[in-house]
């Protein structure tokens, strides 16, 4: 019994290692998810504003179409005031041509200013697009090793589960449909108990089946949790302390 007991415990071990690594490995891809989204966020943001810029350059160019026809115009009225022919057309002409003057230095005044906020948010964003390249470089950098894990992971993987089959081929039929059962309910089946008490529901054990435990005859179960139970002192000796004395050997 004592053999099958070091079965279910090596079949537990090597089960619980299985579903690390299961949680590990569905767990890993989504870690670099934060990144992911960062990045995002950042280009849409430099999307959003490179958009922003095509527009006021779009604008530009309206303003720049109207100003050449204003400057048009204003050809026109200054060879009309050339041709006046009295007093109160020279006035009206010259109102006109004043008019178009004004009415063109204002608009390149207002393109100049929008010119120069262009040109500093073209600065600007080349500054951030540098920054976009550098995570997404951080973030490339970290999937491959991420794949690197992911593989090794992976290996470990299918070896804890190789390991836990040969476990479970060893055990006797009528243990392992108590242990899958126990499992089921309970989340883990062999608990060990601890100075009387058993670990997986914290109950004192009678003193009885205690003794019964100790003679490792037989495999029991708790009454209240209904898991396998073992004294640990039994199959888990506390490791020697290091500086203790070696027993003479006979
Ligand atoms: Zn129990």
């Not at 004592?2 to 870690?31: H, I, Y």
């Not at 100075?195 to 019964?212: D, E, R, S, V």
Request: proline letters at 4%.
């Amino acid at each position: 019994m004592r053999e099958q007991l070091v079965l279910l415990l090596q079949l537990q071990t090597s089960d619980v290692k299985v579903r690390e690594l299961e949680t590990a490995v569905r767990e890993l891809p989504a870690k670099l998810d934060p990144l992911r989204r960062d990045l995002a966020k950042l280009q849409s943001m430099l999307d959003a504003e490179r958009a922003k810029l095509a527009e006021t350059e779009t604008w530009r160019k309206q303003q720049q179409d109207l100003i050449d026809r204003e400057r048009e115009a204003l050809k026109s009225a200054q060879s009309k005031m050339q041709a006046v022919k009295n007093s109160k057309e020279f006035g009206a002409a010259s109102r006109e041509v004043e008019s178009k003057r004004k009415s063109i230095s204002d608009r390149e005044a207002e393109l100049k200013k929008v010119s120069e906020a262009s040109s500093t948010s073209v600065a600007q964003l080349d500054a951030r697009d540098k920054d976009v390249a550098s995570v997404r470089g951080e973030l490339e950098s970290s999937e491959a090793a991420q794949k690197g894990q992911l593989d090794a992971l992976k290996a470990q993987l299918a070896e804890a589960l190789a390991a836990r089959d040969a476990a479970r081929a060893q055990v006797d039929k009528q243990w392992l449909r108590n242990y899958d059962s126990l499992i089921g309910k309970r989340g883990y089946a062999v608990a060990p108990v601890i100075k009387g008490t058993c670990q997986g529901c914290h109950m004192a054990l009678p003193p009885q089946l205690n003794n019964i435990l100790a003679r490792m005859e037989s495999i029991e179960m708790c009454p209240r949790c209904g898991r396998i139970v073992y004294r640990k002192e039994l199959l888990e000796p506390a490791p020697a302390p290091a500086a203790a004395p070696e027993e003479p050997k006979a």
